[in-house]
């Protein structure tokens, strides 16, 4: 599976778009974002609060939709795209 990303994590993480491989029987987007923090460390204190849980702010998507009210612990496929980007806004 790969994951897209979006604005500063993109240029923390060093690169837009990371492929990761998760080991688990049975995947969640857990697995996936962790996978993605064993691959780039940095991104960790911004993609989590200080509690260890996802940060709200953050727009989380599964294969382009937006993951759903089972969030983190929501069931992934091996070729499925995960994006992860901050709130955007402008003038």
Known sequence: MHWKLFADLA????????AVDVEATEPTIADGLDALIEVAPELESRIYTDDGTLEPHLNLLQNGAAVGDQGIQTALEADDELALFPPVSGG
Do not use: P, R, S
């Not at 240029?11 to 990371?18: L, V, Y």
């Open 11 to 18: 240029e923390i993480a060093g690169d837009d778009e990371i």
